[in-house]
């Protein structure tokens, strides 16, 4: 069955940009483990625009006490500064279960494309090399709305990682906009290439109830879904426990 890893960024906007601790993240991600999410996905920024350090440390502290994965995504390129001692450092000192690497620089409002393998690959290699040397496992965002993207997919194992996480934001546009079908038909391309090169595929961005379920039919083999601006925005009105269960319920579904 596919996981859910709950993203709990968006707790961390709301207490930031009123200051101090409310709403609490670690209380926020304690109460989706509690409904059954599968794990806590954060993404630290090096302007703390939202998760911070200090959310890192406390979140790996609780997912291990609950035997739950932690999956730290972030741009291995960008240089550590007042506040930000690096990802690579973030996942040293905490030893996530996942290491998600994301090609995001300090002006993009959230991630918005994968990484180009063929471009990147030397980059990337010796920071996929350190971060499986500590014992994460090792996933890279990828495109699947391009040909480019599609084609060059295979890259990812070539540099060593073990999964790609497919950007799904363009999937959750076409959706909404009646078009899905033809955009799961790349989706499940991008999927089958990615896992002809032994690599196991998840998938994050816009997902939502909505449109989780039509996603997980079209595309096979998903191993992790990566969910929270929609989960936070639908938990506000229904609550943590009944929109955990909802999401539940589809992968559920798309299990059987």
Known sequence: MTVLSVNVNKIAVLRNSRGGNEPDVVRAARACLDAGAHGITVHPRPDARHIRADDVYALAELTRERGVEFNLEGNPFAPPRAGYPGFFALCESVRPAQATLV??????????????????????????????????????????????????IAGAAEVGADRVELYTGPWAEAFALGEGEAMATQFAEAAKRAQGAGLGVNAGHDLSQENLGAFLRAVPGVLEVSIGHALVGEALYEGFATTIRGYLDILEDARR
Do not use: M, N, W
């Open 103 to 152: 090609p995001d620089g300090d002006a993009q409002l959230t991630s918005d494309h994968g990484f180009d393998f063929v471009r990147d690959a030397q980059a990337l290699r010796p920071h996929v090399e350190a971060l499986k040397a500590i014992g994460c496992r090792v996933s890279l965002f990828a495109d699947a709305h391009t040909k480019a993207g599609r084609e060059g």
